[in-house]
């Protein structure tokens, strides 16, 4: 594991209760925004016995015996309708894939409402400035992992299967086996199509979504290259207590398009008081109505003498 993960982010109030409040926004699988990510498929790798019997102990985590015995029965009856399931290999197909339908359909109920914490294991990527930081106006803020064991925070893997095998899931499901659940979990979570690989992402995961502390401490901010200055001087004075975290700038490298970064001066932003509007500073020096004043004292203003060459 990483010593430091990156969180790329807009800037803005989430972005401020992120460094002052220790928060974290963990997603629901759901909303993310490759449609394809914790959505595996399912791989019918055992009978249809033990399809039902896996769906059967599914079902009882949210209804009765009775309730569970019956959905079962009822996609037994749907598939009675091309033929008989017992001695027919197409109609037990059929019903196979409706048990199978059934199970995915149980799996994302139990396992799509965790939550999910993203994290980069680099601040250089420019694809990931642009799109999870505000085309390079926002931040990225660095996290330490050694603090504290996470179980849960894991590489993600961009070469890994898209499906989970039902013979997993029975393993977990009916025999209780925890290497089985690792291997869904890992395929549920942590799989994701090689065009991501860019991303370099580590994910931790936790058993609900929304707003959770954070269970990293911050060592670092990095602002963007288009990241304006004002938001660079508000977020080094809020920090002015913590010299422990570092402040960086973005800039693009010298010989090509990759990007690097400089060490803000803390105690040169620090020193900078709040700007005053031009007219106060000024005010004591020059006013209008002095000029008007001054101008009154001189009388009319004089004709303006005609040059040789004018008409």
């Not at 009765?64 to 749907?78: F, Q, V």
């Not at 931040?139 to 997993?168: F, M, N, V």
């Not at 700038?249 to 031009?278: M, S, T």
Request: with cysteine; glycine share 6%.
């Amino acid at each position: 594991m990483p010593d430091k993960l990156y969180k790329y982010r807009s800037f803005g109030v989430n972005a401020l209760r992120a460094i002052t409040e220790a928060e974290a926004f963990y997603a629901k699988p759901s909303t993310f925004n490759d449609p394809l990510d914790c959505d595996p498929t399912i791989d019918m790798d055992i009978d249809r016995v033990h399809l039902e019997r896996l769906l059967y102990k599914m079902l009882l985590k949210r209804k009765s015996d009775e309730e569970a015995r019956n959905d079962i029965g009822y996609l037994r009856y749907m598939s009675s309708e091309y033929g008989d399931y017992k001695t027919e290999p197409d109609v037990e197909n059929y019903l196979m894939r409706m048990l199978a339908n059934d199970i995915k359909r149980e799996l994302d109920s139990e396992l799509g409402n965790e939550g999910v914490f993203s994290l980069s294991s680099t601040w250089k990527k420019g694809l990931m400035w642009s799109h999870y930081a505000d085309e390079h106006r926002g931040i990225c803020i660095e996290y330490d992992t050694r603090d504290q064991e996470h179980h849960r925070l894991e590489r993600i893997d961009y070469k890994g299967p898209r499906a989970i095998k039902t013979s997993d899931l029975y393993r977990w499901k009916v025999r209780d086996n925890m290497g089985a659940k690792e291997r869904v979990f890992r395929t549920y979570f942590y799989t994701k199509s090689g065009e991501w690989r860019y991303e370099r992402e580590w994910r931790d995961v936790k058993e609900r979504s929304g707003v959770i502390e954070v269970p990293f401490r911050i060592t670092a901010i990095l602002f963007g290259l288009r990241c304006n200055s004002t938001v660079i001087k508000s977020v080094v004075k809020l920090l002015s207590d913590y010299p422990a975290i570092k402040i960086w700038q973005v800039l693009p490298k010298e010989d090509g398009f990759g990007l690097r970064r400089y060490q803000v001066d803390r105690d040169e932003i620090e020193a900078l008081a709040i700007r005053e509007p031009g007219f106060l500073m000024f005010k004591d020096i020059v006013s209008d109505d002095d000029d008007l004043e001054e101008l009154e004292d001189l009388g009319p203003a004089e004709e303006i003498p005609k040059q040789p060459n004018e008409g």
